[in-house]
Nanobody, 115 residues
Framework: QVHLVESGGGLVQPGGSLRLSCEASGSIFSIYAMGWYRQAPGNQRELVATISKYGSRKFSDSVKGRFTISRDNAKNMVFLQMNSLKPEDTAVYYC?????????WGQGTQDTVSS
């Protein structure tokens, strides 16, 4: 069992930056692939970025070049640095941990990009 808690969301103007954090507890963090997903009103949840236990990263085309994902296995944390934010990035952002058939989600954090 993995418990995930996100933080760092908020309101930012277009072009601004936010850094999301996700703290994991309850299991061996380093074995999990970690990811960030988001869900805007009326839309399905979509992948934003993932980082494997080896550090390999993947990004959705919509955020490539603007967002960065990183992890700190010593602190059981994963981060999402979001730069050059656009109004269409507005969503609830969820942290995800996956290992074999096991998958866990955080409660989500709201990010709003608006002037």
């Amino acid at each position: 069992q993995v418990h995930l808690v996100e933080s760092g969301g908020g309101l930012v103007q277009p072009g601004g930056s936010l850094r999301l954090s996700c703290e994991a507890s309850g299991s061996i963090f380093s074995i999990y692939a970690m990811g960030w997903y988001r869900q805007a009103p009326g839309n399905q949840r979509e992948l934003v970025a993932t980082i494997s236990k080896y550090g390999s990263r993947k990004f959705s085309d919509s955020v490539k070049g603007r967002f960065t994902i990183s992890r700190d296995n010593a602190k059981n944390m994963v981060f999402l640095q979001m730069n050059s934010l656009k109004p269409e990035d507005t969503a609830v952002y969820y942290c995800n941990a996956a290992w074999m058939s096991y998958e866990y989600w955080g409660q989500g954090t709201q990010d709003t990009v608006s002037s």
